[in-house]
Structure formats: structure tokens, C-alpha cells
């Protein structure tokens, strides 16, 4: 039987598909209506936001599924997820830091004792379930599961080739990417090759917005731009096709990225 994170995998290229199909609707209709054309590309500029924003919450419920699945105890879960499903029990608003983390603490020992599946969206007390998947949105989903600071994870890899937006070098990233898939098929997770190392020695001990890195600056633009267009702020078309393409192929890599980052991580600790 595949894992969890494999079918998520496998949906990367219907996703990718979607947004490719409005680039060549676009390309199409460039020489012969410009507001069909501004249209598409708008249409493509949100989507590309909305799929990224979906790919992050497949990936964090995957990764929970197989964990719960494989590991079969709570006991031996990650530390960061234990901690994660029991705060989200544990606290209330005006409840003292010092209280909530004594329960968290009790919390952990009784179902480390009498375990329990984990489901982070069991409890979901005063949250805001509409935040963009921002750099910090999506290193902090990551990290409840017990992956540290996965964006800079991909800082200097080989990954980041795919913004010299050379044809050749993307197409070989993203073939490679794709045959890489077959490593999460089973539990425990497989790592990349060292040639698509991924460092998390020196992610982890970066600070929170002390260091960006490609991939941050790439994920806020896409967001400010699906923001603009989705809040009614512009009715301007911001990237044309060939813009939106290259992203396309950026969020294709970024996509992957995190999956394989994930699960390289979760798999040298299982």
C-alpha cells in the first residue's frame, strides 16, 4: 500500500496542469483579444496562490495520516507534533503561558500512556483557517509536524536553478523531481540523492524573518499578486504569459521541494 504523502505527490501534476492550461488558453488569444487575454493571465495569478495554499494543507494531512498509520503510537510521534496537537487542546485565550504548557506537558504523558490518534484539526479554538500560505504560514505548518524551517532547508540547494529560467536545467530539475516520487511510495521515507541535499543543520537554527531566501521572496510575490487581483485592489494584468509560465515551473519545483524536504527529514528520524 502507498503512503499518504505518495498520492500527494502524484497530485502535483494535475495541479500544475490546471494552471499550464491557462497559459496556453492565454497564448492563444494574445494576438487576438487583449482583454481575454489580461483575463486569463489574472485568472492564472490567482490560481497559482490557490494551489499552493492547497498543496500545503494536502501535504500537512498526508504527513499526519502516515505518521499516525506507520508509528501507530502517540508516544512515538515527534516531539513537535505531540506538542502541537496538545496545545491546541491546552489553550485558551487569558489562560497564563506558564498553565497552558504545565497541561500541555500533563497532556503529552497521559496519551503518551493511553494513546491516541493525532488530528490537528480536531481543535481548532480561535483559529483563522483563511490565512495565505505565506513563507511563515508554510514553515510553521511544517514545523507543528515537526519539520524545522523547510523553506531555508532548500536555500543554495540544486533546486534553486530553476530561477536562472534556463529551459534545459528546469526541464532536467523537474524531470528528476518526478522520478524522485517512487521514494516516498513506502514508509519509511526514502531521501533525495546528495546532489538534491537539503540542509536543515543551518535552517534550524535561523530566526524567524532573519534570513530569506529565493523561495521566500518567489511565494510573496505570487501572494501579493493574487491579493491585488483577488481584493479588487487592480483590474491590471501584472505577468503576462511567459511570466506566468516560468512561475508555473517555479511552483512546480517549490512543490516537490517541500514534500521531499518533509519527508528527507521525517524519514533520517523514524
Known amino acids: 500500500m502507498s503512503t499518504a504523502v505518495f498520492m500527494v505527490a502524484c497530485s502535483i501534476p494535475g495541479r500544475i496542469e490546471e494552471l499550464s492550461r491557462l497559459t496556453r488558453l492565454a497564448e492563444k488569444e494574445q494576438t487576438r483579444s487583449e482583454e481575454s487575454f489580461n483575463t486569463l493571465c489574472r485568472a492564472c495569478s490567482v490560481l497559482l496562490a490557490s494551489h499552493l495554499e492547497g498543496f ?17 503510537s502517540f508516544s512515538g510521534m515527534p516531539e513537535a507534533l505531540k506538542r502541537s496537537f496538545c496545545e491546541k487542546i491546552a489553550f485558551y485565550e487569558g489562560v ?49 509536524l515537526g519539520v524545522p524551517s523547510v523553506l531555508n532547508s532548500m536555500k543554495n540547494s540544486r533546486l534553486e536553478n530553476v530561477f536562472k529560467n534556463d529551459a534545459n536545467a528546469t526541464h532536467l530539475i523537474r524531470r528528476d523531481l518526478r ?77 516537490h521541494g517541500m514534500l521531499f524536504a518533509a519527508t528527507t527529514y521525517l524519514g533520517k528520524k523514524s
Open 179 to 255: 522520478r524522485f516520487r517512487s521514494l516516498v511510495y513506502h514508509y519509511p521515507y526514502r531521501g533525495l540523492p546528495e546532489t538534491y541535499a537539503f540542509d536543515f543543520k543551518n535552517a534550524r537554527g535561523t530566526q524567524k524573518g532573519s534570513s530569506t531566501s529565493l523561495w521566500h521572496t518567489f511565494i510573496e510575490e505570487v501572494m501579493q499578486r493574487r491579493h491585488r487581483i483577488a481584493h479588487g485592489d487592480t483590474m491590471e494584468n501584472d505577468a503576462d504569459a511567459t511570466i506566468l509560465t516560468q512561475d508555473i515551473e517555479k511552483l512546480d519545483v517549490l512543490m
Open 56 to 72: 500545503l494543507k494536502d501535504l500537512s494531512k498526508s504527513i499526519s495520516v502516515d505518521l499516525n498509520y506507520y508509528l501507530k
Open 96 to 144: 497564563p503561558s506558564d498553565e497552558v504548557n504545565k497541561r500541555i506537558t500533563q497532556l503529552i504523558a497521559f496519551f503518551s500512556a493511553n494513546s491516541v490518534n493525532i488530528d490537528l484539526q480536531a481543535f481548532t479554538y480561535k483559529e483563522n483557517k483563511n490565512r495565505n500560505a505565506g513563507p511563515d504560514v508554510i514553515d510553521g505548518a511544517l514545523a507543528k
